[in-house]
């Protein structure tokens, strides 16, 4: 059963270069529930300790691709194109990810944007494996909750192996936000109390579900 946790994803405006940019996201020691329990079966949750990604991100010959729904055949981008880069902090994992023009021409592309505009977009997925016990000394730990938040049992991630992340459809958190902003950013500017120029940009609903 896959895991949910929050997340923040934001579709940004097209560019001069006719690229769009997708900003999200994954902040660190959230907590999903991977089974509920019941019928004589504990709670099981799951979080990520800060930085347990570091290793593909950091890597420069490791690959990591942003894709559509898990499918390798609809690559969004990726860092050895360049077109997917990422900042990780002891707080979360955040990524830009460029739609060039000749992605964006793809069926899958027109249909991930069309679905962004029309608020459809649930979130992020990543695709991962533990590291190995013989690589890293402690890669994932099983621990008891504390009683007064519950009986589950916690299994923390500490290293994991990132192969990429997907954007999915189907929404876990109905309180989180993403911005999508319109196309025309060159064109249409609002402008703050303190007279910063802002791209004009519609609010959608969006969550996190991680595998």
Not at 121 to 132: D, E, H, L, T
């Amino acid at each position: 059963m896959p895991g949910i946790y929050p997340l923040e994803l934001e579709i940004r405006a097209r560019k001069k270069d006719g690229s769009r940019r997708i900003r999200g996201r994954f902040p660190y020691k959230k907590r999903a529930i991977l089974d509920a329990g019941g019928k004589g079966r504990r709670p099981k949750k799951e979080e990520f300790a800060p930085k347990a990604f570091e290793y593909a991100v950091q890597a420069p010959e490791r690959e990591v691709h942003l894709l559509v729904g898990h499918s390798f055949d609809k690559p969004l981008a990726s860092k050895k194109a360049k077109t997917l880069a990422f900042s990780d902090t002891s707080e979360a994992l955040t990524f830009e990810a460029v739609l060039t023009p000749q992605i964006q021409r793809t069926t899958w592309a027109q249909d991930f944007m069309a679905q962004s505009e029309a608020g459809l977009v649930g979130g992020i997925s990543p695709g991962f494996r533990v590291a190995p016990p013989e690589v890293v000394e402690l890669p994932e730990q099983t621990t008891e909750e504390n009683p007064r938040e519950g009986h589950a049992l916690i299994r923390t991630i500490f290293h994991a192996i990132l192969f990429e992340l997907s954007l999915v459809t189907r929404p876990a958190y109905d309180e989180t936000e993403a911005e999508l902003e319109d196309e025309d950013d060159d064109e249409e500017e609002e402008r703050s109390a303190g007279g910063i120029i802002l791209p004009r940009r519609r609010i959608i609903h969006a969550s996190g579900r991680w595998r």
